[in-house]
């Protein structure tokens, strides 16, 4: 599957925060896979020590006299498997201002190493000036006060950086579940996901190519044609929740099917309710029928630029990896519907501004020259990974001038902006959807479990943790 591609190959650091307490499979359960991110329940103990410091927030504390910009020198905290790519981007800065110094400081790929780290450089005030974030960290990061509130900036559309530029529910990620009115980081990416798919093998057996109007249901039609017409030589569709969760790709199914996975406004998970488990039906149909049989191995997850693969979903980051490997023609479409719904997920990495600098003036220098069109998002667009989180980016970014293929970028377009994102539950709450999504997972396909009575469980330990986060 090339979301694991994705994650797999450029972007570690997300695999590692991804699979935060997420449990192994059932049949390995004694391996460690749920120390992951457990460092993430030492936030508390920082939250009480640093909660009593002072608020430096936005530009608070510090004076455009005592944080100039020309002359500066900032660190960046960046986790290493982005150092290079943002170590370019600092160089071409540098370049054109050649008074101002970066200088960044790797911070580990690894979830509970990363968060930790953070954490301990806010109770010492020894932050970067500038601080990788992600999605599904963001919330975490701010109550531990790692991250600096950046709203009254974006507002002011301080040096042409502007928050009405991004699109909103990207940007909506960085709002912490406690403090809603603040944005505590910037995304770098519109992560959106779309349906690949392999236009020699779909005609080799026949089979239309995808349109806009596609169903899940003629998605697997056409899928399970494939695999029957191939004598299973060809995969119709690569997993769509591959070996794991997946919220992506199951969030915006549910909501489709009307129903959700967390309300916050009555502090409950939905993910075991009719409409879930009809959603959860439907993607677990996948396995052995239009998909491989499930396997909990991320790397035996069939991948699409390898060829034998007719179609899968993924996002625009994974585009240079299958135009340097498939040989093949082929294209993106928008995902399938539900009774006429968009069924797009999505996600980002995001940059913020650690809350004890010093120079938050010059940071955010950087950061106004890194989102300008002319600036770093061009060079971060010509890597063919980046779609700009911005309406203007999304419409007429050069990133629209790669050749061909895919030669349906309107595809990506249509996704950011149609995109459901994950939403973030408070607490232990987030480790213990993963992992009880997973395990729900597991119990379906490798136990024949029913969906409603696997899910059904799997709602009343969220609701659970729900309840003891309050």
């Not at 100039?68 to 960046?78: A, K, L, R």
């Not at 530029?165 to 909506?172: A, C, K, T, W």
Request: hydrophobic share 40%; charged share 15%.
């Amino acid at each position: 599957m090339l979301l694991e591609s994705f994650q797999m190959a450029t972007a570690p650091w997300r695999v590692a925060i991804n699979r935060r307490t997420r449990q192994m499979p059932i049949h390995q359960s004694a391996r460690r896979g749920h120390r992951l991110i457990a460092a993430l329940v030492l936030l508390p103990a920082f939250l009480a020590a640093v909660a009593c410091g002072p608020d430096n927030s936005g530009g608070g504390g510090v004076s455009a006299a005592d944080d100039p910009v020309d002359g500066s020198t900032i660190s960046f905290g960046m986790v290493n498997g982005l150092v290079p790519a943002f170590q370019k981007y600092v160089d071409a800065y540098q370049k054109q201002f050649p008074d101002r110094k970066v200088t960044i400081q790797s911070l580990p790929d690894g979830g509970p190493d990363f968060i930790q780290q953070l954490s301990t450089q806010a109770l010492s005030r020894k932050l970067p000036d500038l601080v990788f974030n992600v999605d599904n960290a963001a919330n975490r990061l701010a109550a531990a006060n790692v991250t600096s509130d950046l709203a009254s900036w974006l507002e002011e559309g301080k040096a042409g950086l502007k928050g009405s530029n991004f699109l909103p529910q990207f940007l909506g990620q960085y709002r912490p579940l406690d403090h809603p009115e603040q944005i505590t980081g910037l995304p770098v990416s519109a992560d959106a996901v779309v349906l690949f798919y392999n236009k020699k093998l779909l005609a080799q057996y026949g089979e239309p190519i995808p349109s806009p109007s596609w169903t899940w249901s003629d998605l697997y039609r056409v899928a399970n044609n494939v695999q029957t017409k191939s004598g299973g030589k060809t995969i119709g569709l690569a997993a769509p929740l591959g070996a794991g969760t997946h919220p992506e790709i199951y969030n915006p199914v549910i909501q489709a099917h009307g129903g959700y996975v967390y309300d916050p406004k009555t502090n409950k998970s939905g993910i075991g309710q009719p409409a879930a488990v009809g959603a959860w039906t439907e993607l677990l149909n996948a396995y052995g029928h239009t998909s491989p049989a499930y396997s909990a191995n991320d790397s035996a997850q069939a991948k699409f630029e390898n060829g034998n693969v007719a179609m899968a979903f993924s996002v625009h980051a994974t585009v240079p990896t299958v135009k340097s490997t498939l040989k093949d023609d082929w294209d993106v479409q928008t995902m399938p519907t539900v009774d006429g719904k968009p069924t797009a997920g999505g996600g980002s990495y995001g940059l913020s501004i650690g809350k004890t600098s010093e120079h938050k003036n010059a940071a955010w220098a950087f950061l106004s020259w890194f989102y300008d069109r002319n600036g770093g998002m061009k060079l971060a667009q010509a890597t063919g990974q980046v779609v700009p989180p911005t309406a203007d980016g999304l419409d007429s970014g050069s990133w629209r001038d790669a050749t061909p293929p895919p030669a349906n970028d309107q595809a990506f377009v249509s996704a950011a902006k149609t995109a459901v994102l994950a939403v973030q539950l408070p607490g232990k709450a987030q480790g213990e959807l993963d992992a009880s999504v997973l395990t729900a997972i597991q119990q379906v396909v490798l136990q024949h479990r029913s969906v409603a009575d696997a899910f059904g469980d799997a709602e009343k330990k969220v609701n659970q943790a729900l309840q003891a986060a309050k």
